[in-house]
């Protein structure tokens, strides 16, 4: 990392303004482009965005709603980050949501008859188990055998919906199915002292929520008030140089996928435990059962700029988006898909202007060099999307 | 029950698992393309899913599978191209930038079917185009010799491909590129230009392998591909970035699909245990990753955008 001193001030400022705007400028873009959609499909954008401002924030009802949608893009999304944070990039989130969720039902499942406060803790720690596993598997691919994580997180994604297929049809499938002859790929409902606890009898907002904020807000004292999360950090900023500090990188990398797609993992399990129907039920696809959450966490860490802390209101903003899109909907006539096509170029934006900022940034600090006449240290190779200059938060 | 053991039955199936490799075939072609340039798309799926849309609604609005093909390839095209400033021009993350077209793609074409089409239509497929003489082979005749057009073509691509990537100053700029970016740019090759055209290719391929699915199929749905762009990447590295060992990983996934759906429809075993042999090729690739991670090498400066100077 570059050395600063005192009289870079100005143009500090400039690549810090930057580094902020970034997320911001990639929505404002992606909403243009949203904006100019609407209006090919024959709907005012204005009054369609307004729409989809009032469903997604405009009553008690509809907050209750974005905060139900946005509890699993934040616990993807702070896994993603703790990946992120590491130099590890994890795309397995929906697989790993997947396997939270059946683990989570296995254990539900065979909770006839246990109190709540044995069940509950029991089901929803098999959640974050079963996506710690599908984690640390690419992990340890990726640390002991060199396996690219990209790769293996996809096609880990794919061995998940077959195994969640299979299981909802065969093993787990709800007896009264095969009894009736429907066949409908689903468990019975699961026990009662499984339910995740509502706040209002009767209401639809559960506990799910306040246990992604506390869990964000704990990974944030994980990786920036503890020695585990300043390992994986330093991992992440530059492998060879923590490897020379006598830290583990293989062991770190493990660690960064485990953590990770443990929050995919309780994000799945929240989502059954959570559910309208108390069970698990599949179409055939992933994307059925996750809604492109562990995608779409994704796109909201990048919007949080990769910080736990700032992914909690980043996800609520994302999870408004997905909600506010039921109501333009019903306003306009929009299918509700084209939240997802804005999610993508949210994606496009903030990664396309990434480097642009870096290397703003690196210009600038080269100036600032030239100008103290200073010796710096070549950041030869930025790692990706690491946010060195604001790391504090 | 035992005429699922009878020669015609075996050869439908056999023929069916061919006709299923195909877009998976199409797709990893077009990626080995921009990952032998140094440039991992993960935006397959994405590209594979609008060109099917295109391809589908073309062919609903002409009854002309042809024309539904070639706007398929445009898509492809055009968005190969857009993938290519992402990741080649403004340098992005490849391993996040992919995600954002798939996304794109995922919405864009659910949007677009929803608004435009609704109710499912089925649309004509391609006509099957049986080879005088060679068809009339038995068992053989019927499994390669009787396909449609689109079909043969897939597979004459693969020869192609390895020509152009072994033998052809392009494919040598193209490995060069990946290779070792900086010695290339040396030698006076534009990094740029060669990573824009491979890149494109990968498009143009994944448009074409999309159309393809859903013509074939004669439907489209909500996430037709359902994860076959991903996949396809995965057998990039399955075939050791070679178009034979790609075809290969296609035939592989191609024949357990096939095998399945005689399965599944002949009701042989209970339902749920097609959905278990399901998962074998996704187990094999698995495997299959962790031992071309020893024995072959990836592109070296694949994922690695090209800085001059830099």
Known sequence: MTSRGPSEAGPRLRTQLLSYSVPALAVLGAFAIGAVMLAMLGANPFTGFWAMAKGAFGSGGALVETALKSTPLLLVGVGITIAFRASVINIGGEGQMVSGALASTIVALGMTDVPAAIALPLALGAGVVGGAIWGAIPGALKAYFGVNEILSTIMLNVVAVQAMNWLLRAPLIDPMEIERGTRIPQTARLPESTDLPLFVEGGRLHIGPVIAVLVAVLVYVLLWRTTSGYRLRAVGLSGDAARYAGMSVERNVVWALTLSGAMSGLAGSILVLGSEGHRMVTDGSTIGFTGSAGFNGIVTALFGGLHPLWTIPSSFLFGGLLVGAIALQRAAQVPTALVLALNGLVVLFVVSLDRYRRQVREREDRRISAIATSSTEDDESPKPLSREDDDDG | ?310
């Open chain 2, 1 to 310: 029950m035992a005429d699922i053991f009878s020669g015609v039955v075996i050869v439908a199936t056999l023929s069916s698992g061919i006709r299923l490799a195909v877009p998976l075939l199409l797709a990893s072609l077009g990626e080995a393309f921009g990952q032998r340039s140094g440039v991992l798309n993960l935006g397959v799926d994405g590209i594979m899913l609008l060109g099917a849309f295109g391809g589908y609604y073309t062919t609903l609005k002409t009854q002309s599978p042809w024309v539904g093909l070639a706007v398929g390839l445009a898509i492809g095209l055009f968005l190969g191209l857009l993938s290519s400033v992402v990741s080649v021009s403004l340098l992005a993350e490849q391993g996040i930038s992919g995600i954002g077209v798939y996304l794109f793609g995922l919405g864009m074409s659910d949007l677009l079917f929803q608004r435009l089409v609704g109710t499912p239509l089925p649309v004509p497929s391609f006509q099957k185009a049986p080879i005088p003489l060679l068809s009339d082979i038995p068992v053989v005749g019927d499994l390669i010799f009787n396909h449609s057009i689109p079909i043969y073509l897939a597979f004459l691509a693969i020869p192609v491909c390895t020509y152009i990537i072994n033998r052809t100053r392009f494919g040598m700029n193209i490995r060069a590129v990946g290779e070792n970016p900086e010695a290339a740019d040396s030698q006076g090759i534009s990094v740029t230009r060669v990573r824009y055209a491979a890149v494109t290719i990968g498009g143009v391929l994944a448009g074409a392998a999309g159309a393809v699915l859903a013509i074939g199929l004669g439907i489209f749905q909500q996430n037709l591909t359902n994860a076959q762009g991903f996949i396809a990447i995965a057998l990039v590295y399955f075939g050791a970035w070679r178009p034979i060992g790609v075809m290969a990983g296609s035939l592989v996934y191609g024949m357990v699909s096939a095998v399945v759906l005689l399965l599944k429809t002949r009701g042989i075993i209970p339902l749920g245990a097609s959905d278990l042999a399901a998962m074998i090729p996704a187990v094999i690739t698995v495997l299959a990753l962790v031992v071309a991670a020893r024995r072959f090498r990836a592109p070296t400066a694949l994922t690695k955008p090209f800085i001059r100077g830099g």
